[in-house]
């Protein structure tokens, strides 16, 4: 049976799914099988696993900074919202419906057997679970219904580390009340507070740590700075508001929109890493300007997203951007707002029945009442390269819709989906190539399909391409930021404090 070690919160984004990833590389690194685990994660970054269940992308980056495939045991539970009332609940990868947040109360009584037997399937295959918690264990009004917090760490018979964030400021009142908000039992599991987000000298800082002992009798594991130069994926889209937004002149210039309900951003997050890329974020018609590529994210309310652009000038700059250089990209839900029309028969998103498109792309898409979830290998189609081999691109699919082309072009023929044998044609693309959309998800993870579409965009503007980005592969940087957040971990925290939480 594994051991566990479980990391909470003072409040949302605070640095846990940050230190739990840290956590999941240091004890891979020393020879552990770790297994990530959050209960319930709220997120519109998702992932598809192998099996082709649906999971949140925070869990699948701590997986990977375990070495382990990723699982739907490490997130049984995935809550997409879909308006401010209502979200999409996923069990064990898979759709049970949409709920209102009361609706969602009383299904937790089924909900959490679930998150007992992914929790008991993990014990069976690690050595240790590293728990994430959510939001705060100190939510009164949530307390009762509790399933991703104290009542895990409960069930796990797991010790308890508090991570704070001291950027926001109020960290040694936020330490202290949560403490005390807790039950006597509850506190009892707690063994440590982490202050995160620290900038300045850390001897000002010392007075307050000895004090926060003395108060609480819980000891501080350590300090972590503001991270500066170690990159780690983003969960959602609160990160947005970090992201760079400049104007790109002299570079590469790619601008998102930013949709109002924005769903795995994390297919940028390649392209934001190489050299002589600026990649943006707007939110204002104002601030899109001439970007060598402008691309329509995915979205968790496509037909509302869609009467978004029409109704705030988007249309007039995505047509103004139709007839210059700019490439136009659209990925699953934007690729499907590029099209002529998206019906939607049995209101799987919205009460209307149908919403005109863009009309950029001939195509025409229906949602259909089953998710489509996939991992997928893929070619891409190119009438030039016929009869010679072609790079596989990876990725994975998820979405609602089944899209028809009528005159426009396929993109890609998937040849695998969930590691079975197919063919299946995905995407559209203008006779011009600037202008293209497909369901594939990640598919800038994939090396040379991203340096091809950065050369693509690099010959228009007939400027050379950097040596550095030729060189770029990004698995091998993510394993460099995990190797290097682990690093940054243990010269910040008591690890000996941490290895004595952990009976293994």
């Given at each position: 049976?594994?051991?566990?070690?479980?990391?909470?919160?003072?409040?949302?984004?605070?640095?846990?799914?940050?230190?739990?990833?840290?956590?999941?590389?240091?004890?891979?690194?020393?020879?552990?099988?770790?297994?990530?685990?959050?209960?319930?994660?709220?997120?519109?970054?998702?992932?598809?696993?192998?099996?082709?269940?649906?999971?949140?992308?925070?869990?699948?980056?701590?997986?990977?900074?375990?070495?382990?495939?990723?699982?739907?045991?490490?997130?049984?539970?995935?809550?997409?919202?879909?308006?401010?009332?209502?979200?999409?609940?996923?069990?064990?990868?898979?759709?049970?419906?949409?709920?209102?947040?009361?609706?969602?109360?009383?299904?937790?009584?089924?909900?959490?057997?679930?998150?007992?037997?992914?929790?008991?399937?993990?014990?069976?295959?690690?050595?240790?679970?590293?728990?994430?918690?959510?939001?705060?264990?100190?939510?009164?009004?949530?307390?009762?219904?509790?399933?991703?917090?104290?009542?895990?760490?409960?069930?796990?018979?797991?010790?308890?580390?508090?991570?704070?964030?001291?950027?926001?400021?109020?960290?040694?009142?936020?330490?202290?009340?949560?403490?005390?908000?807790?039950?006597?039992?509850?506190?009892?599991?707690?063994?440590?507070?982490?202050?995160?987000?620290?900038?300045?000298?850390?001897?000002?800082?010392?007075?307050?740590?000895?004090?926060?002992?003395?108060?609480?009798?819980?000891?501080?594991?350590?300090?972590?700075?503001?991270?500066?130069?170690?990159?780690?994926?983003?969960?959602?889209?609160?990160?947005?508001?970090?992201?760079?937004?400049?104007?790109?002149?002299?570079?590469?210039?790619?601008?998102?929109?930013?949709?109002?309900?924005?769903?795995?951003?994390?297919?940028?997050?390649?392209?934001?890493?190489?050299?002589?890329?600026?990649?943006?974020?707007v939110e204002e018609t104002s601030k899109i300007g001439d970007p060598d590529a402008l691309f329509i994210p995915g979205s968790k309310n496509t037909i509302e997203d869609l009467h978004y652009l029409k109704t705030r000038g988007y249309v007039k700059e995505i047509n103004r951007l139709k007839r210059s250089e700019s490439a136009i990209i659209g990925i699953c839900?934007?690729?499907?707002?590029?099209?002529?029309?998206?019906?939607?028969?049995?209101?799987?998103?919205?009460?209307?029945?149908?919403?005109?498109?863009?009309?950029?792309?001939?195509?025409?898409?229906?949602?259909?009442?089953?998710?489509?979830?996939?991992?997928?290998?893929?070619?891409?189609?190119?009438?030039?390269?016929?009869?010679?081999?072609?790079?596989?691109?990876?990725?994975?699919?998820?979405?609602?819709?089944?899209?028809?082309?009528?005159?426009?072009?396929?993109?890609?023929?998937?040849?695998?989906?969930?590691?079975?044998?197919?063919?299946?044609?995905?995407?559209?693309?203008?006779?011009?190539?600037?202008?293209?959309?497909?369901?594939?998800?990640?598919?800038?993870?994939?090396?040379?399909?991203?340096?091809?579409?950065?050369?693509?965009?690099?010959?228009?503007?007939?400027?050379?391409?950097?040596?550095?980005?030729?060189?770029?592969?990004?698995?091998?940087?993510?394993?460099?930021?995990?190797?290097?957040?682990?690093?940054?971990?243990?010269?910040?925290?008591?690890?000996?404090?941490?290895?004595?939480?952990?009976?293994?």
């Amino acid at each position: 049976m594994a051991s566990a070690l479980m990391v909470q919160g003072t409040g949302s984004h605070v640095g846990k799914s940050l230190v739990v990833t840290a956590f999941c590389r240091i004890f891979k690194q020393k020879g552990y099988r770790v297994a990530p685990f959050k209960a319930q994660n709220m997120a519109l970054n998702s992932f598809v696993t192998n099996e082709g269940g649906e999971m949140g992308r925070a869990q699948v980056v701590q997986a990977e900074a375990a070495g382990v495939e990723p699982s739907v045991d490490m997130n049984p539970i995935l809550i997409k919202p879909q308006s401010d009332i209502g979200a999409q609940i996923i069990l064990q990868g898979r759709v049970v419906g949409n709920y209102s947040a009361a609706e969602y109360h009383q299904y937790k009584r089924e909900a959490i057997k679930s998150v007992r037997e992914s929790y008991n399937r993990l014990t069976k295959k690690f050595d240790l679970i590293m728990i994430e918690g959510a939001g705060s264990p100190a939510e009164i009004n949530l307390k009762k219904h509790d399933i991703v917090n104290m009542k895990v760490a409960q069930m796990a018979k797991a010790p308890v580390v508090i991570v704070s964030d001291i950027d926001r400021g109020g960290v040694f009142a936020s330490l202290i009340g949560t403490l005390e908000l807790l039950t006597t039992s509850e506190r009892a599991r707690v063994k440590g507070f982490i202050i995160n987000k620290f900038r300045g000298d850390l001897t000002l800082l010392k007075p307050g740590l000895t004090f926060l002992k003395k108060k609480t009798g819980v000891k501080v594991v350590g300090v972590i700075p503001f991270l500066k130069d170690i990159y780690i994926p983003d969960e959602d889209s609160i990160a947005l508001e970090k992201k760079r937004n400049n104007s790109g002149k002299g570079e590469l210039d790619i601008a998102v929109i930013r949709l109002p309900h924005i769903s795995n951003f994390t297919d940028f997050d390649p392209l934001e890493r190489e050299e002589g890329v600026t990649l943006r974020y707007v939110e204002e018609t104002s601030k899109i300007g001439d970007p060598d590529a402008l691309f329509i994210p995915g979205s968790k309310n496509t037909i509302e997203d869609l009467h978004y652009l029409k109704t705030r000038g988007y249309v007039k700059e995505i047509n103004r951007l139709k007839r210059s250089e700019s490439a136009i990209i659209g990925i699953c839900g934007g690729f499907q707002m590029l099209g002529k029309i998206i019906k939607d028969p049995y209101g799987v998103e919205s009460s209307l029945k149908s919403i005109e498109g863009l009309g950029i792309l001939d195509i025409e898409t229906q949602f259909e009442k089953k998710k489509a979830t996939f991992q997928v290998e893929a070619e891409e189609i190119e009438d030039s390269d016929k009869g010679k081999s072609r790079d596989l691109v990876r990725g994975y699919e998820i979405h609602m819709g089944r899209t028809r082309l009528n005159t426009a072009s396929s993109l890609f023929r998937i040849k695998k989906r969930s590691g079975k044998r197919c063919v299946v044609y995905d995407g559209a693309i203008t006779k011009d190539r600037k202008v293209w959309g497909t369901y594939i998800h990640g598919i800038f993870d994939n090396d040379r399909f991203r340096r091809k579409f950065l050369n693509s965009i690099n010959k228009r503007r007939k400027s050379p391409l950097p040596e550095a980005r030729r060189n770029f592969e990004y698995d091998t940087f993510k394993e460099e930021q995990y190797d290097k957040l682990a690093d940054l971990m243990r010269k910040n925290l008591d690890m000996n404090l941490i290895y004595s939480m952990v009976d293994i």
